[in-house]
C-alpha cells in the first residue's frame, strides 16, 4: 500500500508508436547464463521439469506448472501444439506501460523491462490470452486468492520502472489491497505462496505433420509452427508473410519462439 501510494496518475498516453520491438529482443539472456529468458521462467515457476539433451538444461521440455491464474494444475509439453498450454505473462503487458511511461524509457531499459523476473510469470494459456494488455482495472485472476499477491507484483514493477497508472487502475489495485493491508511488496518474481491446484490432464503431442506444399508466390501460409521452423522462418513476427495470430500464444508479436 504504501509503495502504490508513490505510483503517480496519469490518462493513458495514446498507443501510437508501440511495437513489440520496441522492448528488445524477445526473450533475451539479459542475465547471460546462457538460457533465454523464456525457459529460465518456466525452470524457476515449473515443478519436475526435464531439459532438451546438449541445452546444458537451458530448454525445458516437460514440467509442472501449478497456475496461480486459475488455481490448476498444468502439466507443460514442449512442442508446437502443446507449449502455448503454458505462457510466460507480462504481469505489466508491454503495451500497457508503453502507454504510462515506457515511451521515455531507453531501449535498454525497455529490453531490461520485458526479460525482468519481477515482471514475468508462467501461467494458464487460456488465461493469459483473456487477460491479453488489460491493467488491474479491467482484468483480475479468476483466483481471489491471489489477486493481492498479483496487484502487489503490478505495483512492484510500475515503481522500478517509474510508470504510472490511470485512476481506474490505482483504484483497482487498492481495493484489492485493502483486503491485505500487510501484503509485502516483492522485490523478486515468481509466486511467493503456495498455490493449491487441481490435477488436469497432460496434453498429448500430435505427430509433426508433413511439411505443407510451397504456396504460390505471395501467399505464404503455414498450418502451424512446425511448418513455419521448416521453412526456416521462426520465429515469426507481425507483419511477416504468413503470419497468424495462433502462432503467437503468449501475446507478444512473435510467434513459434
Known sequence: MALLETIEVKGRAPKTGYDRDQFGQAWADTNKNGCDTRNDILERDLTGETFKPGTNDCVVLTGVLADPFTATTINFVRGADTSSAVQVDHLVALSDAWQKGAQQLDPDTREAFGN??????????????????????????????????????????????????????????????????????????????????????????????????????????????????????????????????????????????
Not at 482484468?139 to 491471489?146: E, S, V
Not at 490511470?166 to 509466486?191: M, R
Not at 491446484?197 to 504456396?215: K, M, Q, Y
Open 116 to 257: 525482468d523476473p519481477l515482471n514475468l510469470l508462467a501461467v494458464d494459456g487460456p488465461a493469459n490470452q483473456q487477460k491479453s494488455d488489460s491493467d488491474a482495472a479491467s482484468w483480475l485472476p479468476p483466483i481471489k486468492a491471489f489477486r493481492c499477491e498479483f496487484v502487489a507484483l503490478q505495483t512492484a514493477v510500475k515503481a522500478k520502472y517509474d510508470l504510472w497508472m490511470t485512476a481506474a487502475e490505482k483504484d483497482a489495485v487498492a481495493g484489492v489491497l485493502s483486503t491485505c493491508p500487510d501484503q509485502p511488496a516483492p522485490t523478486t518474481g515468481g509466486v511467493a505462496g503456495t498455490i493449491q491446484a487441481t490435477p488436469a490432464e497432460a496434453p498429448v503431442p500430435e505427430p509433426a505433420p508433413e511439411p505443407a506444399a510451397e504456396a504460390p508466390a505471395g501467399e505464404v501460409s503455414y498450418a502451424n509452427c512446425t511448418e513455419v521452423r521448416a521453412a526456416g522462418a521462426a520465429p515469426i513476427k507481425v507483419g511477416d508473410p504468413g503470419f497468424s495470430s495462433k502462432f503467437d500464444g503468449d501475446g507478444d508479436g512473435i510467434g513459434c519462439e
